[in-house]
């Protein structure tokens, strides 16, 4: 998704035991040599140095694990002063035509503001997430300025229903506001710093266009499965039947 959206320089913040995720975007030159010799593996060679060349991927491992703040705080050279998309590894969210991260860089493009991407989920799962008190657009009510965030807010509290789900993009000023942002229980808070940029009238949300799977829980993985293997070109009509089959069942 980011490379799709045209980034060509990205850091994957992970911890101990996350070594599989470093490989799947090296090169597997045992793997890569097998399946070139073997003319009926052409496309399948071809998928496997994708992942090597989708991008620059880099990797910095988080050594405590402080929350999402902290974790932002480990790019803080990578990043440098240029304005930086950040993906929480929870969400999956598909829109092959229109990316959900190039939908929030256009907007940063155009506004010179932070960008969050939101969703209107249901009353009762706000607490879960948090509630933004918005004025929408007129020329374009998906996109909306930001004038107040409440992190997993009571009922009393919730301003909207719109929550921030898994994609923003940030001026590098956000930096040295996270660092100036007490901790909360040992966390380093990203959503109090993005309410500080909130109240300086510099942070736009963008209702986003695309379906979002939340991998933090189970159900979430199996509809991200199950969408994944309807888009797969070789698989689809076989998964589609097979589906169709069961559901007959049921």
């Not at 010799?37 to 140095?49: G, H, I, M, R, T």
């Not at 010179?112 to 706000?126: L, M």
């Not at 009571?154 to 996270?178: A, H, K, N």
């Not at 100036?180 to 109240?199: D, I, Y």
């Amino acid at each position: 998704e980011a490379a799709a959206a045209g980034i060509e320089d990205i850091l994957i913040i992970t911890n101990r035991g996350k070594g599989v995720i470093e490989d799947h975007f090296d090169h597997s030159y045992e793997l890569e040599d097998k399946l070139a010799k073997n003319p009926s593996k052409k496309k399948l060679y071809e998928d496997v140095l994708h992942c090597s060349n989708i991008a620059n991927v880099y990797f910095l491992r988080q050594k405590e694990t402080k929350g999402l703040g902290h974790a932002i705080m480990c790019a803080k050279s990578f990043v440098g002063n240029e304005p930086f998309a950040i993906l929480y590894g929870d969400d999956v969210i598909i829109n092959n035509e229109y990316p959900v991260t190039k939908q929030l860089c256009d907007v940063f493009e155009a506004t010179g503001k932070g960008v969050v991407g939101v969703k209107e989920v249901p009353r009762k799962d706000v607490p879960k997430y948090c509630s933004l008190d918005v004025t929408h657009h007129e020329d374009n009510p998906k996109v909306m300025d930001v004038h107040n965030i409440i992190e997993k807010p009571t009922d009393e509290q919730i301003m909207s229903c719109y929550s921030i789900l898994g994609r923003v993009v940030m001026p590098p000023e956000i930096f040295g506001i996270i660092e100036n942002t007490p901790p909360v229980n040992g966390e380093v808070g990203f959503t109090a710093a993005m309410n500080t940029l909130a109240k300086q009238g510099r942070l736009n949300a963008v209702d986003f266009i695309g379906n979002r799977f939340d991998m933090g829980n189970k159900l979430g993985i199996l509809k991200a499965n199950c969408e994944m293997g309807l888009r797969h070109p070789e698989l689809k009509d076989d998964f589609k039947a097979y589906l169709k089959e069961l559901v007959s069942k049921l």
